[in-house]
């Protein structure tokens, strides 16, 4: 991101000079109170919108001057709200791989952590999801749509608030198994813990980056992001 500037509407900046960049690999977590830019942020990178000012580069290549089907092929995106259709499991994981083998497929439900829900159950991975996905849990659904991103194997692969569905000791097996995949992450959260091994955290406020850096140095800096930190385990 190079001096990125964004508005809906010319009256008001959602974003104001936001820059950074990150390593192909690694992963950056952006953080921040809710209506900072977060969202904004990751939409900007498939382009489903385009910067009023500045630049989104990925390799160095403007995301304007890509393909657009071709740039999206390469990035997965898993969201809070997860989007499944009426069929089976498999017909939902083959959306985004359709030639994809059982033995794939398997292997991208371990590392989501719901292949063993899915060969429970009396159909398998036949099983009807019903329309949305009406007929599994919350966390059920944000599983299979992270097996459905692993199986797609993105070169970028977007996580906005992905695992807040999930308990605390799922989380952490499908954030470490994500971890291990070979791409480059994005992630937006508001559970601190899921992301304090991230490469680099951005804090976000009011559309601009105010601090930046790994969890230790921010902490250390004992600014916004400690305060917040420091605040959401105090409720725990």
């Known amino acids: 991101f190079v001096h990125v500037y964004f508005a809906y509407d010319p009256e008001r900046l959602i974003l104001s000079d936001v820059s950074f960049s990150l390593e192909a690999g690694k992963c950056i977590a952006i953080v921040g109170p809710s209506g900072s830019g977060k969202s904004t942020v990751v939409n900007l990178i498939p382009r489903l919108y385009d910067v009023c000012g500045g630049s989104v580069k990925i390799a160095g290549v403007d995301v304007r001057d890509f393909d657009l089907t071709y740039l999206r092929e390469q990035i997965g995106v898993v969201t809070q709200e997860s989007y499944l259709f009426n069929g089976t499991i498999l017909d939902n ?41 009406l007929k599994l849990s919350g966390g059920e659904k944000q599983r299979l749509s992270i097996a459905r991103v692993v199986l797609k194997d993105p070169k ?73 930190y420091n605040s959401q385990f105090a409720k725990q």
Do not use: W
């Open 156 to 228: 970028v692969l977007i996580l906005d608030e992905a695992t807040s569905a999930l308990d605390n000791v799922t989380q952490r097996h499908v954030s470490d198994a994500l971890a291990r995949l070979n791409c480059t992450r994005i992630a937006i959260a508001h559970r601190l813990s899921t992301i304090r091994s991230a490469d680099v955290i951005l804090v976000m406020k009011n559309g601009s980056v105010i601090e930046q850096g790994n969890h230790r140095e921010l902490m250390k800096q004992g600014g916004f992001y400690a305060d917040l």
């Open 93 to 133: 994981l083959k959306y985004a791989k359709n030639d994809a083998t059982m033995e794939e497929i398997e292997e991208a439900c371990k590392i989501a952590n719901i292949h063993d829900f899915i060969i429970n159950q009396p159909e398998g991975y036949m099983t009807q999801v019903g329309n949305r996905g």
